[in-house]
């Protein structure tokens, strides 16, 4: 399944609102995004930083330019993005404090210094406090790009000094023929299951349909009835780093299963064949290789069919 990819059709209206105000020379210094989760808002607020950071300076960031190569590699020293501490689920203090000492530094390039907070509904008291300093007094050239599906559990004062966006989620007309497009099946299910949000409906189906190809596939991968380059060109439409993962996942839950054989040296059933537990640790070894390797563009199908190619070798 490919990435989904800037522009999503159905935040036409808040990316127009963006870019009316940015023309107009009119940006807050802090603006909330409000949708419900998987509708796209970091997708959108990640293609407007990008843009505002580019040196083109145009509404499309160039991707080319060394502001849009950094940005790309996670290095531009005017970017940051938060979200919440996975397991407590909230920011720490530390990190707005730190933010807020950050944004108040003259920009490294001269232009906008830009955040993103994703998931500030997970702002304790006193995170938001913190946050609300540097609200309350923001550094010039600064932008704030504050994200959630519930603004309601944001502190009024924070929700007040914020410019609203409003990112809803899509007609199915729209978003139906665009999951088609990225390679989703059942698309209409999907997106209901998902409860209309496009982007959650493509991660639950990763989730689901790479395992399944795998189990439908690799046999006759193996057997040889489906040649290397035709079953690399079946996964197509995932990354190569993706398939990868979804290969190790799998090998995993069959090594587990037969551990016992595993561990006596005997074959184990894996990855659509037969294999003794040496080539086993083997073969999870190169898969790891190229999980770690994750190529871009061109190099895809390459990555796919050395994949590919290891499961065939299994025989
Ligand atoms: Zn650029």
New binding site residues.
């Given amino acids: 399944m490919s990435e989904p990819a800037w522009p999503l059709p159905w935040l036409q209206e808040p990316w127009s609102q963006l870019l009316r105000a940015r023309k107009a020379d009119r940006l807050p210094h802090a603006m909330l995004f409000v949708g419900p989760q998987g509708v796209g808002k970091r997708l959108m607020s990640t293609a407007f930083s990008k843009s505002l950071l580019?040196?083109?300076g145009a509404e499309q960031?160039?991707?080319?330019?060394d502001?849009?190569v950094q940005f790309e590699n996670g290095s531009h020293p005017d970017f940051r993005f938060l979200q919440p501490d996975e397991k407590t689920r909230n920011f720490k203090i530390e990190a707005i404090r730190q933010l807020g000492q950050e944004l108040s530094l003259t920009s490294q390039y001269g232009g906008f210094r830009v955040a993103i907070l994703e998931g500030v509904e997970g702002l304790t008291e006193g995170a938001a406090n913190a946050l609300l300093k540097t609200l309350e007094e923001p550094p010039k050239g600064v932008l704030l790009m504050l994200l959630t599906p519930w603004p309601g559990r944001l502190m009024a004062t924070i929700r007040s000094r914020c410019q609203q966006v409003r990112c809803p989620a899509p007609d199915s007309e729209l978003a139906v023929p665009w999951l088609e497009q990225l390679g989703v099946s059942n698309a209409a299910v999907a997106l209901a299951e998902a409860g209309g949000a496009p982007l959650l409906a493509l991660e639950l189906c990763a989730q689901t349909e790479l395992p399944q190809l795998l189990r439908d596939l690799l046999p006759k991968v193996v057997s040889g009835q489906l040649g290397v380059a035709a079953a690399a060109k079946l996964f197509e439409s995932f990354q190569a780093r993706e398939l990868a993962a979804a290969m190790l996942a799998s090998l995993e839950s069959e090594s587990l299963q037969q551990g016992e054989a595993l561990a006596n040296g005997l074959e184990i059933a894996c990855l659509g064949g037969r294999r003794p537990a040496q080539t086993v640790f083997a073969l999870r070894d190169r898969i790891i290789a190229e999980h770690r390797f994750d190529p871009t563009g061109l190099n895809q199908q390459a990555a796919l069919e050395r994949l590919m190619m290891l499961v065939a070798r299994g025989r």
């Avoid at 960031?61 to 330019?65: R, S, T």
């Fill in positions: 580019c040196r083109e960031a160039c991707g080319v330019c502001a849009c």
